[in-house]
């Protein structure tokens, strides 16, 4: 390999020097971070390798990535990509694969910037959270500058988690004094009566994947200790009737399952100092009567409303498995050629 360039980073951490037959050689003198990087039986590599069609060498501190010149470069982003992930909360899951190998966020690295730095994340106690695609970055900007945030998209794209974390965010940077997060309960081919407990236990099934993305960013006891006191309210949306939200950031999730009259409701409780979002997928309406959601009807009656914000996701935004990605494509194939 004839070295033509070589670039170090961090106290010399990494060096990657390129080679006349467009390969790139990296070497990673951080164990650590090498072994996060590679992935259990290399398998973040195999992933690279099955993206981009590079084929990747990797023995001792070295990784060689040898094929065609722009997915060579591709790769070397990722990878690049995944470092600063790393650095940043000290792991790397399989959404940072996904997004590595989207690479969205990379267009935003420049000169070795560190990840923190990007306008895309929202820091939270246990993790960074990072938008991984460019719709993904429209929300969070529109999460931390507008009152009101109204999203669309499939499964996936993030659209739960990322609104709860910026509520979580504003919550412990005393921004707002409560974060009230709410789900119209409604049964997806069950029945509320059957199930067992209360009214709390029948409605804390439909609210837990708000309980997940709380749990996921901050410590289980702590978010016990807010709910107890009232700062982290979760409540059904029949609930929120006649109420006037002020310091507050407020979550309506599935709101594809709420009536143009409900969601009305809901951002009408806007009071001072506050912010509303509303997500959800009109793909998956569980309404007895499909044509009363009122998810896509309010986003056409309030689109020239300047203070609000509409964000759209598509199946190119799911951040799961690939596959769901292709599940969701066949799924929205499948509703055009009906149409």
């Excluded at 000290?90 to 990840?115: H, P, R």
């Excluded at 990072?130 to 945030?149: C, G, P, W």
């Excluded at 998209?153 to 709410?182: C, D, F, H, N, Q």
């Excluded at 409780?269 to 569980?286: A, F």
Aim: aromatic content about 6%.
């Amino acid at each position: 390999m004839i070295k033509v360039n070589k670039q170090n980073r961090n106290n010399k951490e990494i060096s990657i020097t390129y080679g006349d037959d467009d390969s790139i050689n990296i070497n990673i003198f951080n164990n650590k971070i090498l072994m996060e990087i590679a992935g259990s039986f290399d398998q973040n590599f195999k992933e690279l390798e099955k993206k981009s069609g590079s084929k990747i060498f990797f023995r001792g501190n070295s990784i060689l990535i040898k094929g065609e010149k722009n997915a060579n470069h591709k790769v070397k982003n990722a990878i690049e990509y995944l470092i600063d992930r790393f650095r940043s909360d000290k792991k790397i899951d399989k959404n940072d694969l996904i997004a590595a190998l989207n690479g969205e966020m990379i267009k935003d690295k420049i000169n070795g910037s560190n990840i923190q730095s990007l306008e895309g994340v929202i820091k939270t106690p246990k993790r960074s959270v990072i938008a991984r695609s460019q719709k993904q970055k429209e929300y969070v900007k529109s999460l931390k500058t507008n009152k009101i945030v109204i999203s669309m998209g499939p499964a996936g794209t993030g659209k739960t988690y990322l609104a709860v974390a910026a509520a979580l965010s504003m919550l412990l940077e005393k921004k707002v004094e409560r974060i009230i997060l709410s789900r119209p309960a409604v049964e997806a081919g069950e029945r509320l009566g059957f199930l067992p407990g209360d009214m709390k236990d029948k409605i804390d099934p439909y609210l837990r994947p708000l309980y997940d993305s709380l749990y996921d960013l901050l410590d289980y006891d702590k978010i016990q200790r807010k709910i107890e006191s009232g700062a982290i309210e979760i409540a059904p949306l029949a609930f929120m009737r006649g109420r006037t939200l002020k310091n507050s950031f407020a979550i309506l999730d599935e709101a594809q399952n709420a009536t143009e009259t409900q969601i009305k409701m809901f951002l009408t409780r806007i009071g001072e100092n506050s912010k509303l979002v509303v997500n959800g997928d009109p793909s998956q309406v569980d309404l007895p009567n499909k044509s009363q959601s009122g998810l896509i009807k309010s986003q056409k009656i309030l689109k020239n409303i300047t203070e609000i914000a509409v964000v759209n996701f598509t199946h190119k935004d799911v951040m799961r498995d690939p596959l769901v990605t292709k599940i969701v494509e066949a799924y929205q194939h499948n509703a055009n050629d009906k149409d």
